[in-house]
Nanobody, 113 residues
Framework: QVQLAESGGALVQAGGSLRLSCAASGSISSRKVLIWYRQAPGKQRDAVATITSGGTTDYADSVKGRFTISRDDAKKTVYLQMNSLKPEDTAVYYC???????WGQGTQVTVSS
């Protein structure tokens, strides 16, 4: 089964930027939808950005205009560019597909005020 590995998380000041990567161990070109999720302490895991195989994107209202999702099927990687970060963006970020694969370990993003 394809495995997912997220990376790129860090501690950053409010207003800063990060680029997250999610590398798949196998092909993702057949995965019609790729999704970035995040889970803050004590909260449920929520989708923040999706991208289809055709490149159509969608974002949660809380990140719209600040985050950009992209995919590179040749590199088997999906990215999340995060700009104008806010303390409320602090969470563990995960990627996954439709249909779901096993969850990776995620990558911690911490935004200080």
């Amino acid at each position: 089964q394809v495995q997912l590995a997220e990376s790129g998380g860090a501690l950053v000041q409010a207003g800063g930027s990060l680029r997250l990567s999610c590398a798949a161990s196998g092909s993702i070109s057949s995965r019609k939808v790729l999704i970035w999720y995040r889970q803050a302490p004590g909260k449920q895991r929520d989708a923040v950005a999706t991208i289809t195989s055709g490149g159509t994107t969608d974002y949660a209202d809380s990140v719209k205009g600040r985050f950009t999702i992209s995919r590179d099927d040749a590199k088997k990687t999906v990215y999340l560019q995060m700009n104008s970060l806010k303390p409320e963006d602090t969470a563990v970020y995960y990627c996954n597909t439709v249909p779901l694969l096993s969850w990776g370990q995620g990558t911690q993003v911490t935004v200080s005020s």
